[in-house]
């Protein structure tokens, strides 16, 4: 699919849950989050129909994220019922890392490819201060988890306040080198205020070059991370949402009054 501005739209990212077991402070109020309802969540047979419909209009790209993806349950089920779709040649998962150690080899043996864990400190008291409740040994061993199963290349997320140069970005950056580890980093964004830029290592974060939709929790497919405009899948359809999210999708964003990492994905 090729949007208005000649953008080859190929790229879904689904997050299956709105909930999470950390609560990053850049993510998630401290109090937690005011949940969707279970009868708003889209079931494992929507987002599976939904992905193929995405997939039969030229989708050959899909992350699974959150919320923390791994929190719902049935995970790698819903991992086999859309590595069974066939087309999609890069099948990736966004997660927090805590549950990994459980899951890896359930989700390679799924069909899963590959993994991003978030991680934007060595230090044990750092990381409870940005997560609020984690331990981060839970994410080290998920690494290890990940690498072990196949889910390669494991690339690490590291969230920056302003620049890679950061102490705790450096220490993160020295961890991947010795660990075979691939880096991206994301500088920390403000979604209703319009501050979001340039992720060194990746491609978010350039307008001219996005190729994503995204699929909320609850059915709404998101042209653009940084816009209000969705299209609800259940009421329109997915034909017509994907071909409003496609014609519609901003040339670059400017605001979301309306959204939050968590129930987007980040
Ligand atoms: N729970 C999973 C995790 O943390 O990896 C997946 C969902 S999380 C919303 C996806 C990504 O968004 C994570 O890498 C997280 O660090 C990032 N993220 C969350 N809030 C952010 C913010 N305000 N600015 C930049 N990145 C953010
Ligand atoms: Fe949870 Fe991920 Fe948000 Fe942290 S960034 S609170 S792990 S969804």
Same mark, same amino acid.
């Given at each position: 699919?090729?949007?208005?501005?000649?953008?080859?739209?190929?790229?879904?990212?689904?997050?299956?849950?709105?909930?999470?077991?950390?609560?990053?402070?850049?993510?998630?109020?401290?109090?937690?989050?005011?949940?969707?309802?279970?009868?708003?969540?889209?079931?494992?047979?929507?987002?599976?129909?939904?992905t193929e419909a995405a997939v039969?209009?030229?989708?050959?790209?899909?992350?699974?994220?959150?919320?923390?993806?791994?929190?719902?349950?049935?995970?790698?089920?819903?991992v086999r019922m859309i590595s +069974?779709?066939?087309?999609? !040649?890069? @099948?990736?998962? &966004?997660? /927090? #890392?805590? =549950?990994?150690?459980?899951?890896?080899?359930?989700?390679?043996?799924?069909?899963?490819?590959?993994?991003?864990?978030?991680?934007?400190?060595?230090?044990?008291?750092?990381?409870?201060?940005?997560?609020?409740?984690?331990?981060?040994?839970?994410?080290?061993?998920?690494?290890?988890?990940?690498?072990?199963?196949?889910?390669?290349?494991?690339?690490?997320?590291?969230?920056?306040?302003?620049?890679?140069?950061?102490?705790?970005?450096?220490?993160?950056?020295?961890?991947?080198?010795?660990?075979?580890?691939?880096?991206?980093?994301?500088?920390?964004?403000?979604?209703?205020?319009?501050?979001?830029?340039?992720?060194?290592?990746?491609?978010?974060? +350039?307008?001219?070059?996005? !190729?994503? @939709?995204?699929? &909320?929790? /609850? #059915?709404? =497919?998101?042209?653009?991370?940084?816009?209000?405009?969705?299209?609800?899948?259940?009421?329109?359809?997915?034909?017509?949402?994907?071909?409003?999210?496609?014609?519609?999708?901003?040339?670059?964003?400017?605001?979301?009054?309306?959204?939050?990492?968590?129930?987007?994905?980040?």
């Amino acid at each position: 699919m090729f949007d208005r501005f000649n953008r080859h739209i190929n790229y879904l990212r689904i997050s299956v849950t709105d909930r999470c077991n950390l609560r990053c402070t850049y993510c998630m109020p401290e109090e937690g989050i005011h949940l969707l309802s279970h009868k708003d969540i889209l079931t494992f047979d929507e987002i599976k129909n939904f992905t193929e419909a995405a997939v039969a209009n030229g989708v050959t790209k899909v992350r699974i994220t959150g919320g923390e993806p791994l929190v719902r349950k049935g995970i790698t089920t819903l991992v086999r019922m859309i590595s +069974d779709i066939k087309g999609i !040649n890069d @099948l990736s998962m &966004t997660t /927090n #890392g805590v =549950l990994l150690k459980q899951y890896a080899d359930e989700l390679r043996l799924a069909g899963l490819h590959r993994v991003n864990i978030s991680l934007d400190t060595l230090d044990p008291e750092e990381f409870r201060a940005i997560t609020r409740t984690g331990n981060i040994n839970e994410v080290f061993e998920g690494i290890k988890a990940a690498k072990n199963a196949g889910l390669l290349p494991v690339k690490i997320n590291c969230v920056v306040k302003e620049s890679k140069e950061e102490e705790e970005a450096k220490a993160v950056t020295r961890f991947c080198k010795d660990n075979g580890l691939e880096i991206r980093y994301i500088k920390q964004m403000d979604l209703v205020n319009g501050h979001f830029s340039m992720v060194d290592g990746g491609t978010g974060g +350039d307008c001219s070059l996005c !190729n994503r @939709l995204r699929l &909320t929790a /609850n #059915g709404k =497919l998101k042209p653009c991370l940084f816009n209000n405009i969705e299209f609800d899948i259940r009421e329109i359809g997915f034909e017509k949402a994907i071909k409003l999210a496609v014609e519609l999708k901003p040339e670059c964003g400017s605001k979301n009054e309306t959204d939050t990492f968590y129930n987007i994905g980040g």
